[in-house]
């Protein structure tokens, strides 16, 4: 038997260490969370579907959450849709309340939208905006003076 030299003491610490290290490190992944889609925007022909979603940004600006999955699910009578997020700041990030930040997710529908209303996974209607030429601050605006 070999007595134990110094330098297996420090291969087994440097081991010890770097486990402790990778461990600690090892995070689990943020979950994704269902975003809130405030808006639907449906372009010309009825297969093209934009949703707005509400993401989190920090209070300097940085986007925290990327959008992880989208949905429409079709049926004859409407469409219901769902947006995934997944937190990507860490989690001691200063977080700026109140503040979102849109995500606009295009989706697509193997038949047009037509007439069929669009529904959120938890049943609540969404308004639905006809895309408009310029920015998606005049395509709310038109939509907003329509009525439902």
Avoid: W, Y
Avoid at 6 to 32: D, H, M, N
Avoid at 53 to 59: D, E, K, L, P, R
């Amino acid at each position: 038997m070999n007595p134990a030299s110094p330098s297996s003491f420090q291969r087994a610490g440097c081991i010890l260490i770097l486990g402790v290290v990778t461990a600690a490190c090892a995070q689990e992944p943020a979950k994704p969370f269902d975003a809130q889609v405030s808006v639907v925007e449906v372009a010309p022909g009825g297969r093209a579907l934009t949703l707005h979603a509400s993401g989190i940004q920090q209070s300097d600006g940085t986007i925290c959450t990327v959008v992880e999955q989208a949905e429409a699910i079709e049926s004859p009578t409407g469409v219901t849709v769902r947006v995934s997020l997944r937190p990507a700041c860490p989690e001691s990030s200063e977080l700026q309340l109140g503040t979102g930040v849109d995500h606009a997710v295009p989706v697509a529908l193997k038949k047009p939208l037509a007439k069929r209303k669009v529904f959120s996974r938890t049943g609540q209607e969404i308004q639905v905006c006809p895309t408009t030429a310029g920015s998606f601050i005049e395509t709310i605006r038109r939509c907003k003076e329509k009525p439902r």
